[in-house]
């Protein structure tokens, strides 16, 4: 999928997932991805990247259910 910037400033990323949540980022159309969020336990992690306004980043989100029920959330922010 893709995210668009509002606005030109630090984004804060948050995942949540009971196993397992990895959060990756690119310029649309660029080569290389940043790891934004890797929680690899029950919990929540939380990163962040900084964002051109008006600018389409690709995202990636890797998501394992290793036992009981499956959940996974994101949310991102930015201080406007």
Not at 38 to 60: L, P, V
């Amino acid at each position: 999928g893709q995210v668009l910037a509002r606005f030109g400033e630090v984004y804060t990323f948050e995942g949540e997932a009971d196993d397992y949540l990895v959060v990756r980022l690119k310029p649309a159309g660029g080569s290389t991805w940043t790891t934004v969020v890797n929680q690899t336990s029950a919990g929540t992690g939380t990163g962040t990247y900084q964002m051109t306004a008006g600018g389409k980043y690709d995202i990636q989100v890797d998501f394992r259910e290793a036992t009981g029920a499956a959940k996974a959330k994101l949310r991102w922010s930015s201080p406007s």
